[in-house]
């Protein structure tokens, strides 16, 4: 029974563990899109010059092929997804780990 109990008890603890890495994870990558310059035409909550990042990730949410799609579009840049405002291309200036970094985090929201 105290075995039962201390392994129910360890996964617990894992759980809470890996949860508040989400939490830290999501303040690092909401840093990066703001050094990376993502926040100077996009919010979290709501539309700037770009769609609110809750809305990108509503807009996408079950869409198994979200991650590799928004990370080329943040890469390349384009137009005519969200309205006339074009997106620039973010590549060479930011890293493909931070703009994939950055796609994960805005698709958890």
Known sequence: MKALLLTIA????MLLAAQAGAAVDAKAAEALAQKSGCLACHSVDKKVLGPAYKDV????????????KLVE????????VWGPMPMPANSPQVKDADIKT??????SL
């Open 73 to 80: 579009k943040v890469k390349k840049g384009g137009s005519g």
């Open 10 to 13: 360890t996964a617990g603890s």
């Open 102 to 107: 950055v796609v994960e985090w805005i698709l």
């Open 57 to 68: 990730a509503a807009k996408y949410k079950g869409d198994k092929t979200a991650e590799a």
